[in-house]
């Protein structure tokens, strides 16, 4: 499946911005789907994930009650919406996917899409 990860920009503290996928190749809704990210300097970190049907989600406690994830099987495509984002929260966004449930660790995805910018300024 390729992954093509977009929405991203620049965004001042407090503001919201929705990050979308799109999937292609393979039948999407075979794929649980994450969010991650990586920071200037920093490791990719988990930011949330979705079950194949988009019915259970999981969040990092960092965006939690701020960052919802959704997908559109219909659609082929994977959201993040994000609120009351904060310069914490700037970073690439990736998409990812893997065959099978949620996991929150990012080797055990084996399809990425080229990530996205989000850039929080305060």
């Known amino acids: 499946v390729q992954l093509q990860a977009s929405g991203g920009g620049l965004v001042q503290a407090g503001g919201s911005l929705k990050l979308s996928c799109e999937a292609s190749g393979r039948t999407f809704s075979n794929y649980a789907m994450g969010w991650f990210r990586q920071a200037p300097g920093k490791e990719r970190t988990f930011v949330a994930t979705?079950?194949?049907?988009?019915?259970?989600?999981y969040y990092a406690d960092s965006v939690k009650g701020r960052f919802t994830i959704s997908r559109d099987n219909a659609k082929n495509t994977l959201y993040l919406q994000m609120n009351s984002l904060t310069s914490e929260d700037t970073a690439v966004y990736y998409c990812?996917?893997?065959?099978?449930?949620?996991?929150?660790?990012?080797?055990?995805?084996?399809?990425w899409g080229r990530g996205t910018l989000v850039t929080v300024s305060s």
């Open positions: 979705c079950s194949r049907g988009g019915v259970g989600t």
């Open positions: 990812a996917a893997r065959l099978g449930d949620m996991n929150v660790l990012h080797t055990a995805y084996a399809y």
